[in-house]
Nanobody, 125 residues
Framework: QVQLVESGGGLMQAGGSLRLSCAAS????????MGWFRQAPGKEREIVAA????????YYADSVKGRFTISRDNAKNTVYLQMNSLKPEDTAVYYC??????????????????WGQGTQVTVSL
């Protein structure tokens, strides 16, 4: 069993930056990849970024590529999402997720089996 806890969300003006953190506990050794997802009111949940736990291979949604950076600290069992040049369109609840499956599946939301509680990110003009 893996538990994930997100933090770092908040209010930010457009153009600003935020860093989200996701602390993992439990059977973290079973996790092969971590991802960040977001969901705005009335919209579907979408993948933002993903990273393989050991190799550090990354994936980014086109909408955030060049602005967001996902990283991980293996020693701390923590993944991060550095969000720069924030836009109002980035406003959403951001969720951290983990998968026990191969990182080859880390772009597939259905393969994620552990989820955090979410943290609100609000970007104003």
């Amino acid at each position: 069993q893996v538990q994930l806890v997100e933090s770092g969300g908040g209010l930010m003006q457009a153009g600003g930056s935020l860093r989200l953190s996701c602390a993992a506990s439990g059977r973290t050794g079973s996790m092969n990849a971590m991802g960040w997802f977001r969901q705005a009111p009335g919209k579907e949940r979408e993948i933002v970024a993903a990273i393989s736990w050991s190799g550090g291979n990354t994936y980014y949604a086109d909408s955030v590529k060049g602005r967001f950076t996902i990283s991980r600290d293996n020693a701390k069992n923590t993944v991060y999402l550095q969000m720069n040049s924030l836009k109002p369109e980035d406003t959403a609840v951001y969720y951290c997720a983990g998968t026990i499956y191969s990182s080859a599946y880390m772009t597939l939301p259905a393969r994620y089996n552990a989820w955090g509680q979410g943290t609100q990110v609000t970007v104003s003009l």
